[in-house]
């Protein structure tokens, strides 16, 4: 049921629904459907019920939508928004993971909170943000009376983290010599 309220009575019944929909669900949670990216289209019946001393007048509706769940063991790609010392926060379609500091890689990673990025202490690579990762989901806890919805990611495999990581694990396969990374 969508609750249409008194004030957008008289306007164009489409663009009611349109906007009360995409402002109820765009961007909400919902345990088993994940996160709701775009209102894709909807079908509503247009005779409405009102309860007394409501005002508002209450109608069915079946949505479609656009969503993303990420489940576990799954690669994603996303860009680094925010470097702490005790990990990366990466942009997931609608939302951010955190890859703790010591699922980056298997180096142990120094913080250097004067420019804002982690450091590799043997291999001196850098993470920071704005850069683009690739990672697989380590966890998920979306729903199920979880305060806040959780993803956990990491890099601590082959072929994930930066693409010039990845570029370099690919040249080490093929028996060349990787190429060091400027020092910040």
């Given at each position: 049921m969508v609750k249409v309220p008194p004030s957008r009575l008289g306007d164009p019944v489409n663009e009611i629904f349109r906007n009360v929909l995409k402002d109820r669900y765009e961007g909400m949670v919902i345990e088993g459907i994940g996160y709701i990216i775009l209102l894709v289209d909807y079908e509503f019946n247009p005779v409405g019920q009102i309860s007394p001393g409501d005002g508002h007048s209450y109608h069915r509706v079946k949505v479609k939508v656009l969503s993303y769940y990420p489940e576990v063991n799954e690669v994603v790609e996303g860009r680094v928004v925010e470097v702490e010392e005790f990990g990366v926060f990466v942009r997931l379609v609608t939302t951010d993971a955190l890859m703790h500091v010591s699922q980056i890689t298997d180096?142990?990673?120094?913080?250097?909170?004067?420019?804002?990025?982690?450091?590799?202490?043997?291999?001196?690579?850098?993470?920071?943000?704005?850069?683009?990762?690739?990672?697989?989901?380590?966890?998920?806890?979306?729903?199920?009376?979880?305060?806040?919805?959780?993803?956990?990611?990491?890099?601590?495999?082959?072929?994930?983290?930066?693409?010039?990581?990845?570029?370099?694990?690919?040249?080490?396969?093929?028996?060349?010599?990787?190429?060091?990374e400027a020092k910040a």
């Amino acid at each position: 049921m969508v609750k249409v309220p008194p004030s957008r009575l008289g306007d164009p019944v489409n663009e009611i629904f349109r906007n009360v929909l995409k402002d109820r669900y765009e961007g909400m949670v919902i345990e088993g459907i994940g996160y709701i990216i775009l209102l894709v289209d909807y079908e509503f019946n247009p005779v409405g019920q009102i309860s007394p001393g409501d005002g508002h007048s209450y109608h069915r509706v079946k949505v479609k939508v656009l969503s993303y769940y990420p489940e576990v063991n799954e690669v994603v790609e996303g860009r680094v928004v925010e470097v702490e010392e005790f990990g990366v926060f990466v942009r997931l379609v609608t939302t951010d993971a955190l890859m703790h500091v010591s699922q980056i890689t298997d180096d142990y990673m120094d913080y250097n909170s004067s420019q804002g990025i982690l450091v590799g202490r043997q291999t001196k690579r850098i993470i920071q943000k704005n850069d683009w990762v690739r990672a697989r989901v380590a966890a998920v806890s979306i729903g199920r009376g979880a305060m806040t919805d959780k993803i956990g990611l990491t890099a601590r495999q082959p072929f994930l983290g930066k693409s010039e990581w990845i570029e370099e694990d690919i040249k080490k396969l093929a028996g060349e010599k990787p190429k060091q990374e400027a020092k910040a």
